[in-house]
T-cell receptor
């Protein structure tokens, strides 16, 4: 099992550019999450997907969109990147039988100039 | 104000020494509390999880304690190793466990173990 994988690992964007962060899990998990991690702050939930076909806003959804493409994949899209979106983005997943245990991907480091 | 406060922000200790990290929370009602270890450049990995009825839980050289009355938790690391150098994150889940948006993350304590 690869667990939770994320691509790319690192990306530099110019203000106004768009991009999609990819996340996939091979653990047959039901729920998937996108977080951002900024210095001096805890991880903050951007969006989550409780199951295939559903998505909900988290604490900081503005400027982002998500797609739960299938059970395995959950993508995060920045339509028009802003410097405030410079952060490290983590994807996580949980199985419905153990909703307490989140498995995290390695993260995507995004720099918006 | 963050509902989960961790202290200290950073800590440097010598290899072989013990240390204790603190987590204070205001999340209420409370379901469980988890400690994660996050190595540089990686995602967090779960160390321990405790419900409100548990006072202590160990995982090897890591021992977590919980006082639900004072809303405080600590993570004690015994006989530290260089590989313990990481950020340690406290996460508190509210009672509505079915609400996936009900977790609060602390900012973490950055531990550096020096030889």
């Amino acid at each position: 099992n690869a667990g939770v994988t994320q691509t790319p690992k690192f990306q530099v964007l110019k203000t106004g550019q768009s991009m999609t962060l990819q996340c996939a899990q091979d653990m047959n998990h039901n729920s998937m999450y996108w977080y951002r991690q900024d210095p001096g702050m805890g991880l903050r939930l951007i969006y989550y997907s409780a199951s295939e076909g559903t998505t909900d806003k988290g604490e900081v959804p503005n400027g982002y969109n998500v797609s739960r493409l299938n059970k395995r994949e959950f993508s995060l899209r920045l339509e028009s990147a802003a410097p405030s979106q410079t952060s490290v983005y983590f994807c996580a997943s949980t199985h419905r039988t153990s909703p307490e245990t989140q498995y995290f991907g390695p993260g995507t480091r995004l720099l918006v100039l | 104000k963050n509902q989960v406060e961790q202290s200290p922000q950073s800590l440097i200790i010598l290899e072989g020494k013990n240390c204790t990290l603190q987590c204070n929370y205001t999340v209420s009602p409370f379901s469980n509390l988890r400690w994660y270890k996050q190595d540089t450049g990686r995602g967090p990995v779960s160390l321990t999880i405790m419900t409100f009825s548990e006072n202590t839980k160990s995982n090897g050289r890591y021992t977590a304690t919980l006082d639900a009355d004072t809303k405080q938790s600590s993570l004690h690391i015994t006989a530290s190793q260089l590989s313990d150098s990481a950020s340690y994150i406290c996460v508190v889940r509210g009672i509505a466990w079915y609400n996936n948006n009900d977790m609060r993350f602390g900012a973490g304590t950055r531990l550096t173990v020096k030889p």
